[in-house]
């Protein structure tokens, strides 16, 4: 069961919240709520209005720091790299912390007096499968969860949960970069390829921002690797000194692995945990990575053994991580926009064999071509966003058939009749780009895409059978 935080919990505490998106607005609520004034800022004359009255909040630029307990910066505002924002140089100027919303939750928690337990989940790729698919463990089996974070509802938009309640929270590099007593019970570090390295400076900056997910870890609590992961060894030995159980995951049939995947089954060194041939929307090596790492965390929190299986086949895929959307005349339509780079694509591309694959947008570093031990498997890709001329030169190398089609609302038609005419079976939008060329998001590119799907099916005659 879950309550409100006491009213009166941060009484006589001050905090200023920089940039009023989704986390700082949330922010701003939860902190009135438990007591505390609060100054807050954003730039947009829109954000500011959104924000209700009320006698502790001060809507003003910030002049000084003085007398502030914390400040809450947006995660895109940056403290450090490329270069600190000029609110962030005051804070620490003025000695005033700079916290992420997380933190706060995590202090408002202990101040509660709640001993809630925590999870938090980081990676590349697959923190937001992992995430929702742990919550769904442990809530499958009568435990109070709460689930934020990166991903849903803003971490200080979360409930007081009792003593045997478990938050679960999928943790970005920006906001792990800002923690200063957070304890995860558990902490699962999945994959890391280069990613934000504007924010970071390089991979050594992304990483060390990742690890930030083990800190204030002890005895008895539970550190998960992703047996993927680039010195997977130093990160183990490092780890090894504060005396954390350590658990390696494989979504592969590895064995010297503490949970790894037969191709039929989840197992451990006791046997199998669970049959994963009825576990239909955790398809491929990624997805049983996830599950592995999810199952660790669930099983070290208690969930029963036994109730495994059931909960991993009970799963349903998020929206935008390869959801299938539609079937029209057999071929199969498959939302995967939240694949924003190259990584996260070629596991997409693993787990069909022949596609019409559509791609583009804003390319991130590397473009495409890692994925050409793939390309075999693509009978034609239709491009689309700003950087489709780049990956149409990389397709071009590797003699892959594709062609420029600038939009989804061309893509979509055409991939069917490519479908049809090339023998494939399923057309696949799995961008390996970022959206904002085109698009407030990827889940609005893959809105677009699920109702295009719709639509051609309604225009044919046909139903778009999900």
Not at 417 to 423: K, P
Request: charged residues 20%; hydrophobic residues 45%.
């Amino acid at each position: 069961m879950s309550t409100p935080f006491p009213p009166s919990l941060l009484a006589a505490h001050h905090y200023g919240v920089a940039g009023l998106g989704r986390n700082g607005a949330a922010a701003v609520t939860a902190l009135l709520a438990m007591g505390a004034s609060v100054q807050a800022w954003d730039d947009r004359a829109e954000a500011r209005a959104a924000l209700a009255p009320h006698e502790r909040l001060k809507i003003a630029p910030f002049d000084n720091m003085l007398g502030l307990a914390g400040l809450v910066l947006s995660p895109g505002i940056p403290h450090n790299l490329p270069a600190p924002h000029p609110l962030a140089r005051m804070a620490v100027e003025a000695f005033v912390p700079i916290l992420s919303d997380a933190e706060l939750l995590y202090r408002a928690v202990r101040t509660a007096g709640s001993r809630a337990r925590f999870a938090g989940i980081t990676g590349t790729n697959g923190k937001s499968t992992t995430t929702v698919l742990l919550a769904h463990m442990l809530a499958g089996c009568g435990m109070p969860v709460a689930t934020g974070g990166n991903l849903g509802p803003a971490a200080l938009s979360l409930p007081l949960l009792p003593d045997d309640g478990v938050y679960v929270l999928e943790m970005s590099s920006y906001m792990l970069e800002r923690l200063e007593q957070m304890h995860f019970n558990v902490a699962c570090l999945l994959n890391l390829t280069p990613d934000h390295l504007d924010r970071h400076g390089d991979m050594a900056g992304y990483v060390t921002a990742k690890l930030h997910v083990f800190d204030h870890q002890h005895a008895g609590d539970l550190a998960v690797l992703g047996e993927t992961l680039p010195d997977y060894e130093t990160i183990r030995r490092r780890l090894a000194v504060t005396r954390t159980t350590i658990a390696c995951v494989s979504g592969a049939d590895m064995p010297q692995c503490d949970l790894y995947c037969t191709p039929d089954a989840l197992c451990d060194h006791d046997g199998v945990i669970a049959d994963l041939r009825a576990a239909h929307d955790l398809p491929g090596t990624h997805n049983r990575e996830n599950a592995a790492a999810a199952t660790a965390m669930a099983l070290h929190l208690g969930m029963p053994r036994a109730a495994v299986e059931p909960a991993l086949a009970s799963f349903a895929a998020l929206d935008h991580r390869q959801k299938t959307v539609g079937g029209i005349d057999g071929v199969r339509f498959i939302n995967d926009s939240k694949a924003t780079n190259a990584d996260a694509t070629a596991r997409a591309l693993a787990c069909h064999d022949r596609m019409v694959w559509i791609a583009g947008g804003t390319a991130k570093a590397g473009g495409i071509e890692e994925l050409a031990p793939l390309f075999n498997r693509v009978a034609m890709a239709l491009l689309i966003g700003r950087d489709a001329p780049a990956l149409a030169a990389t397709l071009a190398r590797h003699g892959i058939p594709h062609r420029i089609v600038e939009t989804l609302d061309r893509a979509v038609p055409e991939a069917l009749d490519r479908a049809r005419e090339l023998g494939a079976d399923v057309v696949m939008l799995s961008p390996a780009c970022a959206s904002f060329d085109q698009f407030s998001g990827f889940e609005a590119r893959g809105a677009r895409f699920a109702a295009l799907v719709h639509e051609l099916a309604a225009s044919r005659d046909g139903t778009a059978r999900a």
